[in-house]
């Protein structure tokens, strides 16, 4: 299976804030990486596929990149309704696969 | 809009069969352009995709290897749903369970069932 390894784990931010979320894949997953967004008691909600790709309805301060094995989650000025946990996942092999989660706090 | 209604107990016994049903609103199981996903999420294990099945002029099943000699998903077309059966739990199976679309990202899921192993 291909790992997803998220860095950091967790991260305190302040409204308004520009940040960024890095996700590493154990091999190569081309473009093939989605973003999503939890809030606790509910089912993660996708934010953007094919590593760029805003889902509809996704806010655009919300943006990715990358390729290959290293991708970004950006999120250019933090809202409050931002503070949730954020997975990255692959979805290049037979076994899409998670990363672990960020979790994003009010500092 | 596309909508997943799931069912099924939040109790099953160790050695017992977890069996959870998702209901389809507003796509159908039979799409050829979707898969239908189950997905299960615990502290231990975090985010962990199950398995899949889709049509494609046929019925195909994906799973993944650390519970392939234990799961069971299948489509029931007469209700434009699908199912989730995951035989011999231990509490280890203890999670929430998600059923999702695909076929990659996953754009529209369940609410989510917890499911407790435990005599």
């Known amino acids: 299976d291909i790992q997803m390894t998220q860095s950091p784990s967790t991260l305190s931010a302040s409204v308004g804030d520009r940040v960024t979320i890095t996700c590493r894949a154990s091999?190569?997953?081309?473009?093939?990486l989605a973003w999503y967004q939890q809030k606790p008691g509910k089912a993660p909600n996708l934010l953007i596929y094919?590593?760029?790709t805003l889902e509809s309805g996704v806010p655009s301060r919300f943006s990715g990149s990358g390729s290959g094995t290293e991708f970004t989650l950006t999120i250019s000025s933090l809202q409050p309704d931002d503070f949730a946990t954020y997975y990255c996942?692959?979805?290049?092999?037979?076994?899409?696969?998670f990363g672990q989660g960020t979790k994003l706090e009010i500092k | 809009q596309v909508q997943l209604q799931q069912s099924g107990p939040g109790l099953v016994k160790p050695s017992q069969t977890l069996s959870l049903t998702c209901a389809i609103s507003?796509?159908?199981?039979?799409?050829?352009?979707?898969?239908w996903n189950w997905i299960r999420q615990s502290p231990s294990r975090g985010l962990e995709w199950l398995g899949r099945?889709?049509?494609?002029?046929?019925?195909?099943?994906d799973y993944v290897v650390s519970v392939k000699s234990r799961i069971t998903i299948n489509p029931d077309t007469s209700k434009n749903q699908f199912s989730l059966q995951l035989n011999s739990v231990t509490p280890e199976d203890t999670a929430v369970y998600y059923c999702?679309?695909?076929?990659?990202?996953?754009?529209?899921w369940g609410q989510g069932t917890m499911v407790t192993v435990s005599s």
């Open positions: 999702a679309r695909g076929p990659h990202a996953f754009d529209i």
């Open positions: 507003g796509d159908s199981v039979s799409s050829n352009s979707a898969a």
């Open positions: 099945t889709y049509y494609r002029s046929r019925w195909y099943n």
């Open positions: 091999q190569s997953v081309s473009g093939w």
């Open positions: 094919e590593a760029s």
């Open positions: 996942q692959q979805y290049n092999g037979y076994s899409p696969t």
